[in-house]
């Protein structure tokens, strides 16, 4: 039984599509349940990316950027694997002014996530502290579809249209991915 | 040592059957496959363990949800701009429309006008021909007696004027008659005045002739030339 139209609780069941027309006609509770309902997933994304300073910045800009060019949006792909796309691009903007500023992004990359893990060491199960370390050790496509497909749950078509990449490219990142994690993991 | 199940297929499906992404039917067959398989099920508990390594990073909502329709709100002058310059691009589409379509009708008037003008001229031009070959234009070709044709019907106008000052007044064409009532010998002596008469000289200037050079020391006759 659908809750009763006009409820939080029926507007927390609307589809993107939906709420996506309401905001368009004017209605700005529209915008707060689409920026509740994938906001997490955009941090989480961004900061399995190496992201580690001013994430919810990135995942501002992300939205402003997506709610302001959605007469663009096509409605044959899903706000969620849209919003992904451009949290990426920003995240990779963010990281090319980084290299600018730094000379070795890559050893930037591994000392975020170490001082990160050193942070939350007290708190985080030493598992989930390996396996931070392994999938930041993984290549930037490697980490971005394993992050992707395990903490995000996506198919393989969206998080192809997200990287820019094919299905079947995907598939087979992904599963390099579990073995060198899993690799790790067992030579730890 | 890691091993990989041989059912690529529900193995494929694991991470949508951790995020609950899966129909009914599908989530049934990966859970009896779950339940005989040791690798998949393995497998899965890395799964569920690396979902969970990454904590998710704090979002204030509400300041995401304001930046949103800020930026909304600021885009809506711009928008509503763009809608005035369209509304203003499409009157001047219908001005410029107008425009052209004035200039158009315009051209096609004067081209008209000017057509007219150039029949007209070429009628008098075959006017003035046939009164070149009038009697009174060339007096004395025709013989005493022969009647004056008429080449052109009854006209009037400007150019009927000039044809009619250009006629000499001592002979006067004798109206009714006609180019058919002349008889052999008359149009036969018509015809030879017309060749003896002088052709009126062209206005295009003579070609210029290149002097022939002759080569020194060469003697002789050239080209015709004294």
Redesign the interface.
Same mark, same amino acid.
């Given at each position: 039984m659908q809750p009763p139209e006009g409820t939080e609780d029926h507007a927390r069941e609307e589809t993107d599509a939906s709420l996506i027309a309401r905001w368009q006609s004017g209605d700005?509770r529209a =915008? $707060?349940i689409l &920026? /509740?309902r994938h906001?997490?997933s955009? $941090? *989480?994304f961004? =900061?399995?990316c190496g992201v580690r300073e001013q %994430?919810?910045e990135l995942?501002?800009d992300t939205? &402003?950027r997506a709610? +302001?060019s959605l007469d663009g949006f096509r409605a044959d792909s899903a706000l969620r694997t849209w919003l992904f796309t451009i949290l990426r691009r920003l995240v990779l903007d963010r990281k090319r002014a980084e290299k600018r500023r730094r000379d070795d992004t890559e050893l930037d990359e591994g000392q975020a996530v170490q001082e990160y893990d050193a942070l939350?060491a007290l708190v985080?199960d030493e !598992?989930?502290?390996r396996?931070?370390i392994a %999938?930041a050790r993984l290549s930037p496509m490697q980490r971005e579809v394993? !992050?992707l *497909?395990?903490? /995000? +749950?996506m198919?393989y078509s969206d998080i192809a249209r997200v990287v820019g990449s094919t299905e079947g490219a995907c *598939?087979v990142h992904y599963h390099n991915a579990?073995?060198v %994690?899993? +690799?790790f993991?067992?030579d730890a | 040592m890691m091993r990989d199940c041989e059912n690529g297929d529900v193995r494929d499906q694991l991470p949508e059957y951790l995020h609950g992404m899966l129909d009914a039917e599908t989530r049934a067959l990966v859970e009896s496959h779950l339940a005989a398989c040791a690798v998949c099920t393995e497998e899965l508990g890395f799964l569920r363990s690396a979902r969970g390594a990454f904590s998710t990073p704090e979002v204030d909502l509400a300041a995401v949800t304001r930046a949103v329709t800020a930026a909304a709100r600021r885009a809506q002058p711009t928008t509503m701009g763009a809608a005035a310059g369209a509304r203003r691009w499409r009157v001047a589409r219908w001005q410029v429309a107008a425009g052209v379509s004035f200039l158009l009708v315009g051209t096609i008037s004067m081209q008209l006008l000017r057509q007219q003008n150039v029949d007209g001229r070429a009628e008098e031009s075959m006017r003035d021909s046939l009164a070149m070959v009038t009697p009174g234009v060339l007096p004395g070709v025709l013989p005493a007696g022969l009647p004056s044709p008429s080449p052109m019907p009854a006209a009037s106008g400007p150019a009927a004027e000039t044809l009619t000052a250009r006629r000499p007044k001592a002979a006067p064409a004798s109206r009714g008659s006609a180019w058919s009532d002349l008889s052999d010998e008359q149009l036969q002596q018509l015809l030879n005045a017309i060749d003896g008469a002088e052709a009126v000289p062209g206005l295009e200037p003579e070609a210029r002739m290149a002097p022939i050079m002759v080569p020194a020391g060469r003697t002789g006759r050239t080209g015709g030339e004294e």
């Open positions: 700005q =915008a $707060a &920026v /509740e906001a997490p955009l $941090a *989480r961004a =900061a399995s %994430v919810d995942v501002q939205f &402003v709610f +302001g939350d985080a !598992t989930a502290q396996i931070r %999938v394993f !992050t *497909r395990v903490t /995000e +749950g198919a *598939r579990v073995r %994690v899993r +690799g993991l067992d | -």
